[in-house]
């Protein structure tokens, strides 16, 4: 397991903001902003390790600040680890600054080639990539309906954005059942590495439990392996996390979105 966390450890940074309209350094944390108001913040494995209470308390309040000052971000999401050095005091940090946690997910890594596999699929239900607005919008309306979010155009307009600039390898996958869309999710190649993210997984409620999100993801492993990378990485709720542990993916850690809305 040390392995597949040190893989893990190696992709974090500046590497996990590949669809950000802008990146820059703020001391020991990266800070991205996105289309559709949202702001985005994560570091490395080591980065606060040296740094003591007040320390990381100043430069929450300096992260923060940036962002209440530009009028355009509406909501902030701050990534943590649970293995991370100083994650207690971090998370102390954010809450008296006014986020709140999001629910806890398991960071889940494993061979490509073990997700890779024929899933019979149910009758009327096929599996493709998808790249045209329309798709790509009726694909994020049926995520907020599996997931029980309010609908939003913030992740579609982020999602076009990318496919508009064409500047990093994300893929877009849906399974349709008599021509509606009914489970959807990402696969983000990792750039320089031989890992690549499953991201967005949802299955519309009345369709969990046949096989499709399995599907789905085994067409997206088949893709990663076609493009040369050997591993796969999900950060998995206990919908997900079940399928990719039965594969042999391996929890390395958890992690907890620590979010601020204005």
Same mark, same amino acid.
């Given at each position: 397991?040390?392995?597949?966390?040190? @893989?893990?450890?190696?992709?974090?940074?500046?590497?996990?903001?590949?669809?950000?309209?802008?990146?820059?350094?703020?001391?020991?944390?990266?800070?991205?902003?996105? &289309?559709?108001?949202?702001?985005?913040?994560?570091?490395?494995?080591?980065?606060?390790?040296?740094?003591?209470?007040?320390?990381? @308390?100043?430069?929450?309040?300096?992260?923060?600040?940036?962002?209440?000052?530009?009028?355009?971000?509406?909501?902030?999401?701050?990534?943590?680890?649970?293995?991370?050095?100083?994650?207690?005091?971090?998370?102390?940090?954010? &809450?008296?600054?006014?986020?709140?946690?999001?629910?806890?997910?398991?960071?889940?890594?494993?061979? @490509?080639?073990?997700?890779?596999?024929?899933? *019979?699929? *149910?009758?009327?239900?096929?599996?493709?990539?998808?790249?045209?607005?329309?798709?790509?919008?009726?694909?994020?309306?049926?995520?907020? =309906?599996?997931?029980?979010? *309010?609908?939003?155009?913030?992740?579609?307009?982020?999602?076009?954005?990318?496919?508009?600039?064409?500047?990093?390898?994300?893929?877009?996958?849906?399974?349709?059942?008599?021509? =509606?869309?009914?489970?959807?999710?990402?696969?983000?190649?990792?750039?320089?590495?031989?890992?690549?993210?499953?991201?967005?997984?949802?299955?519309?409620?009345?369709?969990?439990?046949?096989?499709?999100?399995?599907?789905?993801?085994?067409?997206?492993?088949?893709?990663?392996?076609?493009?040369?990378?050997?591993?796969?990485?999900?950060?998995?709720?206990?919908?997900?996390?079940?399928?990719?542990?039965?594969?042999?993916?391996?929890?390395?850690? &958890?992690?907890?979105?620590?979010?601020?809305?204005?």
């Amino acid at each position: 397991m040390n392995e597949l966390l040190r @893989a893990y450890d190696d992709i974090r940074g500046e590497r996990e903001v590949p669809g950000a309209v802008s990146v820059r350094a703020d001391g020991e944390v990266v800070v991205a902003r996105f &289309t559709g108001g949202r702001g985005f913040v994560t570091h490395r494995h080591e980065a606060l390790a040296g740094l003591g209470d007040d320390e990381i @308390a100043r430069l929450v309040d300096r992260v923060l600040t940036t962002f209440v000052e530009d009028p355009d971000i509406e909501r902030v999401e701050w990534k943590t680890r649970a293995h991370d050095p100083n994650g207690d005091v971090l998370e102390r940090a954010l &809450t008296s600054h006014g986020f709140t946690p999001d629910e806890a997910e398991s960071v889940m890594i494993g061979r @490509a080639g073990d997700l890779a596999v024929d899933v *019979p699929l *149910p009758e009327g239900v096929t599996i493709r990539r998808i790249h045209s607005e329309r798709d790509v919008r009726a694909m994020c309306a049926m995520t907020d =309906e599996a997931f029980g979010d *309010p609908p939003s155009d913030r992740i579609a307009e982020a999602l076009l954005h990318r496919l508009s600039l064409g500047r990093d390898d994300m893929e877009v996958w849906v399974a349709d059942l008599d021509g =509606e869309l009914v489970c959807g999710g990402r696969l983000e190649p990792v750039a320089g590495s031989r890992i690549a993210g499953l991201w967005g997984g949802a299955t519309r409620g009345d369709q969990r439990g046949r096989g499709i999100y399995r599907a789905l993801t085994a067409a997206r492993a088949r893709s990663a392996i076609a493009r040369g990378f050997d591993y796969l990485h999900s950060d998995s709720t206990e919908y997900s996390r079940p399928i990719l542990a039965r594969a042999g993916f391996e929890r390395v850690t &958890t992690t907890t979105p620590y979010e601020w809305r204005r």
